[in-house]
């Protein structure tokens, strides 16, 4: 059982390089690693040279942005087994593949596996309040609460008949700041694939709120409350689920003003109205006649 992992990659170099690092020590050595860098210059080309003597990579230079759009292309070059996408900032823990590589040689009717995504230094979620202590059958709830990119892992057969919308996610040139890896999710799962969550398996990854300045985490908030809301209008969601995920942001604003954290209570303002404008926006796109 093989393992290709598809990198996309913009302007991270020694973040990639941990990466590289955490792959390199793996004790499962079955492993291709294609790299979609979006860099306009050359910078990577080093760095993957010393790589290539640990295991095989295969670099394609790519100049439109767009992190889904990345994904859909290294799908074309996939010769393996089980696909992942690490983010050029996450690691895997050693071990972690050798755990993946059995939960799917034990379970052949699954076609797919999440992971939780934990803080670099911490066993905390990285992203808050994704990622949950309950393992289970992936269902649409489920899904909207645990799913990252970096912890997804599936069969070879899933990419051949769903792609990434690009649309969605970083650098699409759309306001959609996020929304691409549970929408590719819930694609599969309306596709008939069966996807489990296991919180026991853990990829690890920077948390945005305790490493980005605060001017960039606002943006971050806004945009992908963007992302967000329009994936709570174009997806067919539980009533109950889309009034609290919609509401979510305001009451987090007001929970940290009480506490006088005016910081979060910003962030979560931020994500609020993104949310409110994706949500509306995403509503007027499902109403539009075919």
């Known amino acids: 059982m093989k393992f290709s992992l598809i990198v996309?990659?913009?302007?991270?170099?020694?973040?990639?390089?941990?990466?590289?690092?955490?792959?390199?020590?793996?004790?499962?050595?079955?492993?291709?690693?294609?790299?979609?860098?979006?860099?306009?210059?050359?910078?990577?080309?080093?760095?993957?040279?010393?790589?290539?003597?640990?295991?095989?990579?295969?670099?394609?230079?790519?100049?439109?942005?767009?992190?889904?759009?990345a994904r859909n292309i290294g799908f074309e070059q996939v010769q393996g087994d089980i696909i992942a996408f690490p983010d050029d900032d996450c690691l895997y823990p050693v071990g972690l593949l050798t755990k993946i590589a059995r939960f799917f040689e034990n379970n052949p009717s699954k076609d797919g596996l999440v992971t939780r995504v934990y803080d670099l230094h911490e066993d905390k979620n990285a992203f808050e309040p994704c990622g949950d202590d309950q393992s289970q059958e992936l269902d649409y709830s489920k899904a909207y609460k645990v799913c990252v990119s970096c912890a997804l892992f599936f069969r070879a057969p899933v990419a051949a008949q769903i792609r990434?919308?690009?649309?969605?996610?970083?650098?699409?040139g759309t306001p959609w700041g996020c929304g691409d890896e549970t929408d590719f999710v819930f694609r599969c799962l309306d596709a008939g694939f069966s996807f489990y969550y296991d919180a026991s398996l853990i990829v690890r990854h920077p948390n945005p709120l305790k490493n980005n300045q605060f001017r960039k985490q606002i943006r971050r908030e806004y945009s992908y409350g963007l992302g967000r809301g329009y994936f709570l209008a174009t997806h067919h969601l539980p009533k109950s689920l889309l009034r609290f995920e919609y509401q979510m942001p305001y009451r987090d604003t007001l929970a940290e003003i009480f506490t006088g954290n005016w910081r979060r209570a910003t962030y979560a303002f931020m994500k609020g109205m993104g949310t409110s404008l994706g949500y509306r926006a995403g509503l007027k796109v499902i109403k539009q006649p075919e």
């Open 8 to 69: 996309p990659t913009l302007n991270r170099v020694q973040e990639l390089e941990r990466l590289f690092q955490s792959i390199a020590v793996q004790d499962y050595k079955d492993i291709e690693v294609i790299v979609v860098d979006q860099n306009p210059d050359d910078r990577l080309v080093a760095l993957l040279a010393t790589y290539r003597q640990q295991f095989p990579v295969l670099h394609l230079k790519e100049s439109k942005s767009g992190q889904s759009r």
């Open 164 to 172: 990434f919308d690009e649309m969605l996610g970083p650098g699409a």
